[in-house]
Nanobody, 128 residues
Framework: QVQLVESGGGSVQAGGSLRLSCAAT????????MNWFRQAPGKERQGVAR????????YYADSVKGRFTLSRDNAKKTLYLKMDSLKPEDTAMYYC?????????????????????WGQGTQVTVSS
């Protein structure tokens, strides 16, 4: 059984930074495609950034390119999302999701319906 536990959310002012963590349990971490999604009230879920753990290939939504950075610690089975230059429009519940996959599949896996495992979410609030 795989569990994902997010942490690191909080409230910051615009221009500030946060680092989200997603700790995974279970085997096969190295073959996961892992994605951060976010959803604000009244809005659709949006894929923010994803990575194939083994290859290290990363993909970012246009809205966060240059501001958000993915990294991972394989020994800790933990994925990180460093968020800099935060904007009020980044305010949302952030979710970590994972699914075992090839790196090729992960390159196009932007939709939430394709992910098997989900965390409980962590709230990010950015004030202007």
């Amino acid at each position: 059984q795989v569990q994902l536990v997010e942490s690191g959310g909080g409230s910051v002012q615009a221009g500030g930074s946060l680092r989200l963590s997603c700790a995974a349990t279970g085997a096969m971490f190295s073959v996961y495609c892992m994605n951060w999604f976010r959803q604000a009230p009244g809005k659709e879920r949006q894929g923010v950034a994803r990575i194939h753990i083994r290859s290290g290939d990363t993909y970012y939504a246009d809205s966060v390119k240059g501001r958000f950075t993915l990294s991972r610690d394989n020994a800790k089975k933990t994925l990180y999302l460093k968020m800099d230059s935060l904007k009020p429009e980044d305010t949302a519940m952030y979710y970590c999701a994972a699914v075992p996959s090839t790196s090729t599949w992960c390159s196009s896996a932007s939709e939430g319906e394709t992910y098997t495992y989900w965390g409980q979410g962590t709230q990010v609030t950015v004030s202007s």
